[in-house]
């Protein structure tokens, strides 16, 4: 029997045998816009005749994931079984048919009552519009965009004070995809498989409406089963509405695959082979789904797991014998449960060990050979969730992590593992053992990296209601073979608003949860509002931005259930304005996780800024990160790797945090030592003895002065030098840029080069400094930069500077310095790691942008900085297309100095 190898990273599962992985994201022609020869405005022909702004409508049920009216009227639009919107400033209600709109009294709801809401009600709700002409199989695409995926269509829009400002002020548009593909001769059947889109897809597939999806955090499938040959696929991407408050990004901005099947019986890799991380050493239980159809007589069906280590040291086997009758229904779903006896000792997973094991399960049918097979890495801990803390593996562990939105300077929301990585070393840099996925289930890459890592997540459901209990069973089937998973959470803040004792929804997304990972706990990060409806329902607490006396009131009244401060600490700060803002919030926020009966403090609001929820034009990205959004350190980050890295406390953490202008009357810094010294241009300013939050302050030179230097020393409980200390010096005009590459790099722990696997970014940016190599920091030196890739298998992908008012191109080339600094975001664009690269010529009708290789380019990546006013200069990045060198190997890495932070210059 021939059978195929390829690659295939589902859920942490890897395929061996049996099916074949196509890379399918080069190639996409692409047109922003909507089909003018289609429907026009909006799906399903959506018109609301009727004006029920102010009345009250009985029937209605929240929708909380819906912040605009746009929001809350598209979302209805693409329900058929919605004939009614209604909306005020962030809540959303829908009607069916039944509901009813009359007086204009205020509306009663979970919230209490609400008056002046806006919205409309249809007689009727047609079926979807299907006549386009985009979707169309022998439409000429011919001068659209040849672009990649992941794609983002929104983020090289044009801000503006009219667009969204949860959006970012970007405008919200719909895009449309169009490929042309053939599918192998000798392929039993196939399907794509879509990691993440957003947000409503139609998918046409030779002209005709397939499939639709409307989770915009999920991954999905669309069957191939009856075609064969030639295939075209129409997709049309609605992000013109959302599901959240911030910038959430448009279009297949997750990967995308074709994998082919030798035979109409396979395993189900959404999810369906689990291996169930709390699993005890001495009984690793398993199980895997098989596909059914085409059962024309009795099967003889038989699944086999086998652990290894990663060695592949084969270390227990355990088999499933089942006969399967004929004439069987169509994709009929059978679980094959097994439980697997090490035959020698295996190690636990935890943070300073995360010791991960492999389970491959192979397909066999009528003796006929492996006919599919699929690889899943895990590890083995036990999770305990108590009134005293949670405990892993039998030990009290203080939970400290961040929250995070996954957009980026440079790229919008296409991620890479790469820059996942980057996100993770940086979170463990200030100190984290915890990453929060607000307010959605991230991207599949980032689950491996924290499992390889030792990072522990609380991974969290988008979208909040009894019709999206689908999409949170898709979450936990993707991703609960991760031991770093520790607990599923059901929704965030207001969009909990259903949940309430007694709920249906509440009920049916705990029943869902048990269902299918019996041993992992539930929980939502809940605001004092929802709270106050008694959520019990859920097994963890998790509090948002919650003071210790709300904690103790509710451990008083619930002394059961265990708690968590799930998010907090919404301090803003820029890198040039508010740099001491949370030297008072940060502490005083953070305090509750120090409540012995409190778990931790998993969400403080957030590791890096994002696009959108600017509040007020012109900024368009937050303020609330430790970092910019294009990853350049900013204050408190000295704050937290001061307070949460224990290795830090009492060395190295030595950081002046005040900007040198002229008049400076105050100098701060932040200091991980008891006493600090400062010198203001050799003159010391005195000892004094750091606060609590390690802040040291000096008043300095009452007039007109400037200060030329600074240096901050810190010192012993015996005032003596330790040896680490902070120098600032006033620089002259610009004279020169400075390149340096903090992706791929050991400065961040991100690995050295970069991996030829057509996704991978390098991360670079640029300092200005005068003539004496001083960084340039002041605005008032901005000079614009532009990025060219000289040379090598690169792109430039995008750029940033993390000014939060900054309007330039995201995905352009050129972009202005700020505080001194700017980012590219550079991007590999070879694949010749891919184990099914050879098939894409033969599967894709249009070659580009990325090219696929059967040997690798030997040759760096060489990008050049130039500026008008300035000499430009050039930097090399080294590629490699050896295993040793992806960013799953640089994960495991266990040996990381993270300097990055005392590296830059500002």
């Not at 021939?2 to 399918?24: D, N």
């Not at 969290?460 to 607990?487: K, L, Q």
């Not at 963890?540 to 008083?556: M, R």
């Not at 614009?784 to 940033?800: D, I």
Request: charged fraction near 20%; include cysteine.
């Amino acid at each position: 029997m021939k059978v195929a190898t390829s690659l295939l990273l589902i859920a942490g599962a890897s395929a061996q045998v049996g099916r074949t992985v196509v890379p399918f994201g080069s190639g996409w022609k692409f047109m922003i816009g909507d089909d003018p020869k289609g429907p026009g405005a909006g799906p399903n022909q959506c018109e609301f005749s009727r004006n029920v702004s102010g009345l009250t409508c009985t029937g209605m049920e929240t929708d909380p994931n819906r912040f605009t009216m746009e929001d809350c009227k598209t979302s209805c639009c693409y329900d058929e079984n919605c004939y009614v919107w209604q909306q005020a400033a962030t809540q959303c209600f829908h009607g069916g048919k039944d509901a009813k709109c009359s007086s204009d009294e205020p509306v009663n709801t979970v919230a209490g009552p609400i008056k002046n809401l806006n919205g409309a009600m249809r007689a009727t709700a047609p079926p979807f519009q299907v006549d386009y002409s985009y979707a169309q199989q022998d439409f000429d695409d011919s001068n659209w965009d040849t672009i990649s995926v992941p794609h983002d269509f929104l983020i090289n829009g044009t801000f503006t004070e009219s667009g969204d400002v949860h959006h970012g002020f970007l405008p919200r548009l719909v895009g449309w995809y169009r490929k042309t593909f053939t599918i192998p001769k000798g392929t039993a059947t196939s399907h794509l498989y879509f990691e993440g889109a957003h947000h409503f897809k139609e998918v046409y597939l030779n002209g005709k409406l397939h499939t639709t999806h409307k989770c915009g955090y999920t991954p999905f499938t669309v069957s191939l089963d009856g075609f064969n040959g030639t295939v075209n696929i129409a997709i049309r991407v609605d992000a013109t509405y959302g599901s959240g408050h911030w910038y959430e990004g448009g279009g297949l901005y997750r990967g995308v695959s074709l994998i082919l099947f030798p035979t109409m019986i396979r395993l189900n890799e959404m999810g369906g082979v689990f291996v169930d991380p709390a699993s005890p050493l001495d009984a690793i239980r398993v199980s895997s789904e098989v596909v059914l159809n085409d059962v024309p007589i009795d099967q003889k069906v038989v699944v086999s797991f086998t652990l290894t280590e990663l060695s592949g040291k084969v270390i227990g086997e355990s088999n499933v014998t089942k006969t399967i009758p004929k004439n069987t229904p169509k994709n009929t779903i059978d679980n094959f449960v097994s439980v697997i006896t090490p035959t020698e000792a295996m190690q636990l997973w935890s943070p300073t060990s995360p010791n991960l094991y492999k389970v491959v399960t192979n397909l066999f049918v009528n003796d006929d050979g492996v006919v599919d097979s699929l690889s899943v890495t895990s590890g083995f801990r036990s999770i305990k969730w108590t009134t005293e803390g949670m405990y892993l593996n039998g030990k009290n562990m203080k939970l400290k992590g961040f929250s995070h939105h996954n957009s980026f300077g440079g790229s919008g929301v296409m991620q890479s593992a790469r820059l996942d990585l980057f996100r993770l070393r940086t979170g463990e840099a200030l100190g984290a053992n915890y990453f929060r996925m607000s307010h959605n289930p991230y991207d599949e890459n980032m689950y491996s990296l924290q499992s390889a890592m030792g990072i522990l997540c609380w991974d969290e459901n988008r979208d909040f209601g009894i019709d999206y209990v689908d999409d949170f069973s898709t979450m936990i089937r993707a991703h609960r073979s991760f031991p770093a998973v520790s607990v599923w959470s059901f929704c965030n803040e207001y969009e909990c608003a259903k949940f309430y004792t007694g709920n249906e929804t509440g009920n049916a997304f705990q029943k869902t949860a048990k269902t299918l990972d019996p041993f992992r706990n539930t929980t939502a990060n809940m605001e004092l509002g929802e709270m106050s409806r008694d959520p019990v329902m859920a097994d963890v607490t998790g509090f948002s931005h919650a003071g210790n006396n709300s904690f103790e009131t509710w451990h008083k009244e619930h002394p059961e259930k265990p708690l968590i401060l799930s998010e907090c600490c919404s301090c803003q700060t820029t890198r040039t304005s508010n740099r001491q803002a949370g030297a008072n919030c940060m502490p005083q926020q953070n305090s509750p996780m120090e409540l012995p009966y409190v778990s931790g403090s998993i969400g403080v609001w957030t590791l890096l800024d994002y696009f959108g929820e600017s509040h007020t034009w012109p900024a368009v990205t937050s303020q609330y990160g430790q970092f910019d959004v294009t990853g350049f350190p900013k204050p408190h980050a000295w704050y937290y790797r001061r307070h949460w890295t224990e290795q830090y406390v009492q060395k190295k953490v030595s950081r002046i945090i005040t900007m040198l202008v002229q008049n400076s009357t105050e100098i701060s810094g932040v200091v991980g030592s008891s006493f600090a010294e400062l010198f203001i241009d050799g003159s010391s300013q005195g000892v004094i003895a750091a606060d609590s939050t390690g802040v040291v302050s000096w008043k300095v030179h009452q007039g007109t002065l400037a200060v030329k230097n600074a240096t901050l020393v810190n010192l012993s409980p015996s005032k003596v030098p330790t040896g680490d200390k902070h120098t600032l010096i006033q620089p002259g005009d610009a004279a020169s840029l400075k390149i340096s590459v903090d992706v791929p790099s050991p400065t961040t722990g991100t690995g050295s080069k970069l991996y030829l696997d057509g996704t991978d970014v390098a991360l670079l940016h640029v300092t200005l400094l005068d003539a004496e190599g001083t960084a340039v920091s002041q605005d008032l030196n901005q000079v614009n930069v532009t990025w060219e890739v000289v040379s090598g298998p690169a792109k430039v992908l995008g750029v940033g500077n993390g000014d939060v008012k900054n309007h330039q191109k995201v995905l352009g080339n050129t972009i202005s310095t700020y505080a001194g600094l700017a980012r590219s975001v550079i991007q590999i664009t070879v694949d010749c790691v891919s184990a099914s690269r050879g098939l894409v010529e033969a599967v894709d009708s249009l070659k580009g942008p990325i090219s696929y290789s059967n040997s690798c380019p030997q040759g760096p990546v060489v990008v050049k900085a130039s500026s008008e006013s300035l000499p430009s200069t050039t930097v090399q990045i080294e590629v490699s297309g050896l295993p040793q060198d992806s960013p799953f190997a640089a994960a495991s890495d266990r040996n990381v100095d993270y300097t990055y932070l005392d590296d830059i210059q500002s």
